[in-house]
């Protein structure tokens, strides 16, 4: 619903061209999301996230989704606005609660019950950066801006 996705024949040429380095994106994505897992260890009272082993085979990551703790002194929106006032986007966890999608509006559709962990993800997470081209330094002032960020709600 909402929704319309059928790729074009340039977007399919370029698509067979980008096969080709798929191996080297996926193990990039990997190392990305390993070292943001490290860099942000530290804040686990904080932050939630995937701390899978990125080496095994798994899944190719496409963006680093955390969640603000329900008892963190601050909120998702918080630490976004601390991070794109940094020059670092963020993005919404996919689409948070589907069951929340405009496009439902006009579709007939029945809900099974409440869904808390759709509304988590939807209210208190978010996804960093995680593609091919993050390099080392970006993961460094990623990690420095959410250390100087949260250093202000510790204090």
Known sequence: TGYNLRPTEV?????????GKVDGFIAARR????????RLMRHGWALQFQKANCDA????W??????????APFTRSDLAAALREAGIETRPIIAGNMAEQPGLLHSRHRLAGP??????????G????CHQGVTN??????GSVV????????S
């Open 115 to 124: 869904f808390p962990h759709a509304e988590a993800v939807a209210r208190r």
């Open 31 to 38: 190392r990305t999301h390993a070292a943001l897992c490290v």
């Open 137 to 142: 330094e970006d993961i460094d002032y990623i």
């Open 57 to 60: 085979p798994g899944p190719s």
């Open 62 to 71: 496409l963006g680093f989704a955390l969640l603000v703790n329900a008892n």
């Open 11 to 19: 977007a399919a040429a370029v698509g067979v061209v980008q096969l």
């Open 126 to 129: 978010l996804a960093l950066p």
């Open 147 to 154: 250390d100087k960020f949260i250093a202000r709600w510790r």
